[in-house]
């Protein structure tokens, strides 16, 4: 009680305060009294400096060797790691044949078999595929390529996943690799949209088989929505859309019902939908395409 009357005396007892709630640790009353010092501008503590622990800027600049290659056009990863073991790169002037070697763009020279490499401007371009073309810069059969309808020095650029031969619609190009992993790698789960004019009646259990995952030829096949867009006794059009992106997955999927794909059609990316660019033309992604499928 003398405790009271001490605060009473002082003007820091209120009635209905209890003795209990007088009762501070340590730690509350350091922090009342850091706060009383930086409310007057006489804070002592010193806040912890921002390199312990964020990563050094030059650090954050760095990049694979083999990264900086793709990036710069000269090759697919792959192909890079070759040239690298080869000893056909170089790095300010010394040739490096270890993998994983990091380089900072911004300041070292890269050479491969002697002619300087630099990064050029990243580019994202949306093309509307026709049917009979191919995705790869060179076919073996020598059929027309969509290089074909691209700009000359758009060359080094390379899809983002296929179409196949007879399939049409959406498809990126680029020269960003983390931008084709994002979209193609099975984790990221970026789904794509597909219109399937199917030879025959397509009925809703058919439809459920899809969305349930269904194994054909030793592979499971799935799809994440289906929707009968229209049928009658001799043509479907079905609403497919999927998040792996296998080989042919759509044409398989209607193959195990013994039906027949007379048109495909991919329709959306991500949140980019074909729209209305026209058949074998192209336009650039703007930034907030870009930004929205890189998310």
């Known amino acids: 009680m003398k405790r009271v009357e001490l605060l009473k005396k002082r003007g820091q007892w209120k009635e209905g305060d209890r003795i209990t709630g007088l009762r501070k640790t340590k730690k509350r009353r350091l922090r009342q009294c850091g706060r009383r010092r930086a409310e007057r501008g006489k804070s002592q503590v010193a806040r912890r400096p921002c390199s312990s622990m964020c990563p050094p800027r030059t650090a954050l600049q760095m990049v694979r060797l083999q990264k900086f290659l793709v990036d710069a056009g000269v090759a697919s990863r792959r192909a890079g790691e070759g040239l690298i073991q080869a000893g056909r790169v ?12 990091r380089i900072e763009p911004a300041h070292d020279r890269v050479a491969v078999d002697g002619k300087p490499v630099r990064i050029r401007r990243r580019l994202y371009v949306a093309l509307n595929k026709p049917r009979g073309l191919v995705c790869s810069r060179r076919d073996e059969y020598e059929r027309p390529t969509i290089y074909g309808l691209l700009p000359g020095e758009w060359g080094h650029l390379h899809s983002v996943g296929r179409l196949d031969y007879n399939s049409e619609g959406l498809i990126f190009l680029t020269n960003d690799g983390e931008f084709s ?13 597909y219109l399937a004019t199917v030879e025959g009646r397509v009925t809703e259990e058919m439809l459920a ?44 999927l209607f193959e195990s019902q013994h039906l027949t794909v007379k048109r495909l059609q991919r329709v959306q990316i991500g949140r980019i939908k074909l729209g209305e660019l026209p058949l074998g033309k192209w336009r650039t992604l703007t930034e907030s395409e870009i930004k929205s499928l890189m998310c």
Do not use: C, I
């Open 209 to 252: 088989q899809f969305t349930q995952g269904l194994w054909y030829q030793g592979e499971k096949l799935k799809a994440e929505q289906a929707r009968l867009v229209s049928a009658n006794q001799t043509r479907s059009v079905v609403e497919l859309e999927l998040a792996q992106g296998k080989n042919r997955e759509v044409r398989r």
């Open 90 to 101: 170089a790095v300010n002037g010394q040739v490096v044949v270890e993998l994983g070697t």
């Open 181 to 193: 992993l994002r979209l193609t790698h099975p984790r990221y789960g970026v789904r794509k949209k």
